[in-house]
Nanobody
Framework: VQLVESGGGLVQPGGSLRLSCAAS????????MSWYRQAPGKERELVAV????????AYGDSVKGRFTISRDNAKSTVYLEMNSLKPEDTAVYYC????????WGQGTQVTVSS
């Protein structure tokens, strides 16, 4: 299993970013996928989950209405569109399959600061 995140960076408050996670080594179209994040000194937090076909999604309370998870099964890629970013969204964002005891990418840093 390999998960490779990209798209992080520095953005001003109120700005937007789109993260991508390219997956390989498993049957992507059969697998629910998740995004987590971890800020310095804090526990890893579930951000969003999407079902295998993409028809069902769920979000953490802190990102509801601002973030959107989506996927392209033809490209074996899951996305996280982040809008109205706040300084408290600053964290390393991780792509995941299988939950806390599953597989993780290397993470991509998102920093929201003026």
């Amino acid at each position: 299993v390999q998960l490779v995140e990209s798209g992080g960076g520095l953005v001003q408050p109120g700005g937007s970013l789109r993260l991508s996670c390219a997956a390989s080594g498993f049957t992507f179209s059969n697998s629910a996928m998740s995004w987590y994040r971890q800020a310095p000194g804090k526990e890893r937090e579930l951000v969003a989950v999407i079902s295998s076909a993409g028809g069902s999604t769920a979000y953490g309370d802190s990102v509801k209405g601002r973030f959107t998870i989506s996927r392209d099964n033809a490209k074996s890629t899951v996305y996280l569109e982040m809008n109205s970013l706040k300084p408290e969204d600053t964290a390393v964002y991780y792509c995941n399959i299988g939950g806390l005891h599953g597989y993780w990418g290397q993470g991509t840093q998102v920093t929201v600061s003026s």
